[in-house]
């Protein structure tokens, strides 16, 4: 028996190893992180202030495993804002983990967490090392969300996507679709028999975005269907329709990016007359949910190591009365590539509320940051 036991765990602890080992093939773990220094002056409200800190803006961890030729699996492990649980400082989340079966390019189907396909830099906006800029257009930058509300902008999470590329001559065609949860998900409660993350909501996100490519020319346009949670209004569920349009291109060494995104809300008459109602009441609750962005950036390469660029954002948020004028954001900037996985950034933004019913109230600020990206 004895003899008979350690024979099937010699042969188990065999074929485990070569199991393991053949799991271990071709799989590779990179990232790649940003640090910044900022210096800032501010008008909120008619206070003034200035700060200045050092943070390491963010880091990724990413894993990624070919199973042959067509098949594959990344996870994409994100923390911001000098993430630390000893003094409870920023987050950390996985932002993608997904399996995909990629036959060739005109299909490949991702099923799992990941960031879906919206204009051209809503899936990168996260690749620090590939974008120039330390301070990301104003719907990407997470660390204006407390204010602006700029997740309601562009779709965050997507489970099922079917995305490819077709081609004619010298012309490509972009195509994806997919579908996700809502944004109505049951806060983590111990006396709740549903669990935290669920989408309580009886649809799904739903979106995709057709594009063409020549050259350096890239456009195309993008749009999503779900709901906006409007509970603590009392509204509930609020149909909501994205649509956006993308188009760069490059002439020489100057190159060109420009986004535009639109937000709108279909209330039913129950709806429209709550929010008419608490418009009414508040000084701070603007007479519709939509909401409206677009943003222009013209760069100049200098040779392969250096890119300057200057950029405009404007963004406005019609439920947030101080916002319904609108927030206008200047940035002008420089990029310099030392060796080909770091790039060292410097960026100034000036940026303004423009708000006329309350000609007290004032937000405005200029930002100076300096930074690193490296990838490794």
């Given at each position: 028996?004895?003899?008979?036991?350690?024979?099937?765990?010699?042969?188990?602890?065999?074929?485990s190893?070569?199991?393991?080992?053949?799991?271990?093939?071709?799989?590779?773990l990179?990232?790649?992180?940003?640090?910044?220094?900022?210096?800032?002056?501010?008008?909120?409200?008619?206070?003034?202030g200035?700060?200045?800190?050092?943070?390491?803006?963010?880091?990724?961890?990413?894993?990624?495993?070919?199973?042959?030729?067509?098949?594959?699996?990344?996870?994409?492990?994100?923390?911001v804002?000098?993430?630390?649980?000893?003094?409870?400082?920023?987050?950390?989340?996985?932002?993608?983990a997904?399996?995909?079966?990629?036959?060739?390019?005109?299909?490949?189907?991702?099923?799992?967490?990941?960031?879906?396909?919206?204009?051209?830099?809503?899936?990168?906006?996260?690749?620090?090392?590939?974008?120039?800029?330390?301070?990301?257009?104003?719907?990407y930058?997470?660390?204006?969300n407390?204010?602006l509300?700029?997740?309601?902008?562009?779709?965050?999470?997507?489970?099922?996507?079917?995305?490819?590329?077709?081609?004619?001559?010298?012309?490509?065609?972009?195509?994806?679709?997919?579908?996700?949860?809502e944004?109505?998900?049951?806060?983590?409660?111990?006396?709740?028999?549903?669990?935290?993350?669920?989408?309580?909501?009886?649809?799904?996100?739903?979106?995709?975005?057709?594009?063409?490519?020549?050259?350096?020319?890239?456009?195309?346009?993008?749009g999503?269907?779900?709901?906006?949670?409007?509970?603590?209004?009392?509204?509930?569920a609020?149909?909501r329709?994205?649509?956006?349009?993308?188009?760069?291109?490059?002439?020489?060494?100057?190159?060109?990016?420009?986004?535009?995104?639109?937000?709108?809300?279909?209330?039913?008459?129950?709806?429209?007359?709550?929010l008419?109602?608490?418009?009414?009441?508040?000084?701070?609750?603007?007479?519709?949910?939509?909401?409206?962005?677009?943003?222009?950036?013209?760069g100049?390469?200098?040779?392969?190591?250096?890119?300057?660029?200057t950029?405009?954002?404007?963004?406005?948020?019609h439920?947030?009365?101080?916002?319904?004028?609108?927030?206008?954001?200047?940035?002008?900037?420089?990029?310099?590539?030392?060796?080909?996985?770091?790039?060292?950034?410097?960026q100034?933004?000036?940026?303004?509320?423009?708000e006329?019913?309350?000609?007290?109230?004032?937000?405005?600020?200029?930002?100076l940051?300096?930074?690193?990206?490296?990838?490794?």
């Amino acid at each position: 028996m004895y003899l008979r036991t350690l024979f099937f765990w010699g042969l188990f602890t065999l074929y485990s190893t070569s199991a393991f080992a053949q799991l271990g093939e071709d799989l590779s773990l990179y990232g790649y992180f940003q640090g910044q220094y900022k210096v800032e002056s501010f008008n909120f409200g008619g206070q003034k202030g200035t700060n200045s800190s050092f943070s390491l803006q963010q880091i990724n961890l990413l894993l990624k495993k070919n199973f042959g030729e067509r098949f594959s699996s990344f996870v994409d492990l994100e923390s911001v804002n000098t993430y630390s649980t000893e003094r409870g400082w920023g987050g950390m989340k996985f932002s993608e983990a997904w399996f995909s079966y990629n036959p060739n390019r005109k299909l490949n189907v991702k099923l799992g967490l990941q960031v879906p396909v919206f204009n051209n830099l809503n899936d990168i906006k996260n690749r620090t090392p590939l974008l120039p800029y330390l301070f990301r257009p104003v719907v990407y930058e997470s660390s204006f969300n407390n204010f602006l509300q700029i997740n309601t902008f562009v779709p965050d999470q997507a489970y099922v996507n079917v995305e490819g590329t077709l081609a004619s001559n010298r012309l490509k065609f972009d195509y994806a679709v997919y579908a996700g949860n809502e944004s109505e998900f049951v806060p983590p409660d111990s006396l709740s028999s549903i669990p935290a993350s669920t989408d309580t909501t009886e649809s799904k996100l739903f979106g995709g975005r057709i594009g063409i490519r020549r050259g350096s020319l890239k456009a195309g346009f993008s749009g999503t269907i779900d709901h906006a949670n409007m509970q603590q209004l009392g509204m509930g569920a609020v149909r909501r329709y994205r649509m956006g349009a993308d188009l760069s291109f490059a002439v020489n060494s100057f190159f060109v990016e420009s986004e535009f995104i639109s937000v709108t809300h279909n209330l039913s008459v129950t709806q429209e007359a709550t929010l008419s109602f608490l418009s009414s009441q508040s000084l701070f609750l603007g007479s519709n949910l939509d909401k409206f962005y677009y943003y222009l950036l013209l760069g100049y390469r200098i040779g392969e190591q250096v890119t300057v660029y200057t950029s405009y954002d404007h963004l406005e948020d019609h439920a947030l009365g101080l916002a319904e004028e609108g927030v206008n954001i200047f940035s002008v900037g420089a990029a310099y590539w030392p060796i080909y996985s770091a790039v060292l950034k410097i960026q100034f933004i000036d940026y303004r509320l423009k708000e006329t019913s309350f000609a007290s109230f004032q937000f405005s600020g200029q930002s100076l940051y300096a930074g690193i990206s490296v990838f490794f």
